[in-house]
């Protein structure tokens, strides 16, 4: 029904920047929600930024100031702006979003995961 591909993982030094993508595609009416997720070694998936259709957004406190999502709706893309990459970010990124496959069926979907490694 809808493939998410996500790209632009990879490994940083401490301080620096990266930009994950994940475009979405297939049978899709509309995308109330976007977001990204992070999964660290032992421990839980947690949410790291969302955005909705009107814009708004929300970021975990551990990432505010330094991480910018965004979306492109006529792509039906959304970005991740990591910027000051910390060692504490190092994990496994996830794509979600929630998708209208019809103006009454919404499901929600999720990439492959991207790997974000970060050194000292």
């Known amino acids: 029904q809808v493939q998410l591909v996500e790209s632009g993982g990879g490994l940083v030094q401490f301080g620096g920047s990266l930009r994950l993508s994940c475009a979405a595609s297939?049978?899709?009416?509309?995308?109330?929600?976007m977001a990204w997720y992070r999964q660290a070694p032992g421990k839980q998936r947690e949410l790291v930024a969302a955005?909705?259709?009107?814009?708004?957004?929300n970021y975990t406190d551990s990432v505010k100031g330094r991480f910018t999502i965004s979306r492109d709706n006529a792509k039906s893309t959304v970005y991740l702006q990591m910027n000051g990459l910390k060692p504490d970010d190092t994990a496994v990124y996830y794509c979600?979003?929630?998708?209208?496959?019809?103006?009454?069926?919404?499901?929600?979907?999720w990439g492959q995961g991207t790997q974000v490694t970060v050194t000292t």
């Open positions: 297939g049978s899709i009416f509309n995308i109330p929600a």
């Open positions: 979600n979003v929630w998708v209208l496959l019809t103006t009454s069926q919404i499901d929600t979907f």
């Open positions: 955005i909705h259709l009107n814009g708004d957004t």
